[in-house]
């Protein structure tokens, strides 16, 4: 069965001290890793796709990376505005795009 | 310009009722979704239509009934609302790799 776990449940970090995310995951043919940020009250908004080992992104603060059994979301110099629950999802080959969604990394970036 | 816009944002209800939640989406894509994201802020895949056409449809009570009149809108109708219906429900679409999602309805049964 697919299946995607995220750790840590929750996460406090202080404003500039770096950290990771993870991902783990169990598909039957990987066809994409997506990263999501949700904000309070919001829906999930993109972040980034990831479709083989090896591949990178970054946007600003945030750098995914994938290898064949995980994900991770750096986070360099976090500022409190990075204060979100992160979401991991992937999306199976023959899967109709279906994602399937780990439950978060709530981020807490203190001051 | 919202891509995913779903009304109501919330919608509070008694047990018993039913009551729709509707949705479009301005972005051209072909594919709709909607899923439930629990207390614990799970989000759980119920239903994809593709142009139309139910293509996915997961473990769901058959109280909820997915419609599609055109590829733009999808909309969700649930009857004989229960008390553990109760979350927020998140529309979404993609032209084939991420999905965009609208701002969700917090649906409350009492």
């Known amino acids: 069965e697919d299946q995607v776990t995220q750790s840590p449940e929750a996460l406090r970090l202080q404003e500039g001290e770096s950290s990771s995310l993870n991902c783990s995951y169990t598909v039957s043919g990987l066809r994409g890793l997506f990263w999501y940020r949700q904000d309070p009250g919001k829906g999930p908004e993109f972040l980034f796709t990831?479709?083989?080992a090896g591949e990178e992104k970054e946007k600003e603060r945030l750098k995914a990376t994938l290898t064949k059994k995980e994900s991770f979301l750096h986070i360099t110099a976090p500022k409190p505005e990075d204060s979100a629950t992160y979401l991991c999802?992937?999306?199976?080959?023959?899967?109709?795009?279906?994602?399937?969604f780990g439950a978060g990394t709530r981020l807490a970036v203190h001051p | 310009d919202t891509a995913v816009s779903q009304t109501p944002k919330y919608l509070v209800t008694q047990m018993g009722n039913d009551k729709s939640i509707k949705c479009e989406q301005n972005?051209?894509?072909?594919?709709m979704y909607w899923y439930k994201q629990d207390s614990k802020k799970f989000l759980k895949i119920m239903f994809s239509y593709n142009n139309k056409e139910l293509i996915i449809n997961e473990t769901v009570p058959n109280r909820f009934s997915p419609k599609s009149p055109d590829k733009a809108h999808l909309n969700l109708h649930i009857n004989s609302l229960e008390l553990g219906d109760s979350a927020v429900y998140f529309c979404a679409s993609t032209g084939g790799t991420e999905a965009f999602f609208g701002q969700g309805t917090r649906l409350t049964v009492v």
């Open positions: 972005l051209g894509h072909d594919t």
């Open positions: 990831l479709y083989s």
């Open positions: 999802a992937v999306q199976a080959s023959g899967g109709y795009n279906k994602l399937i």
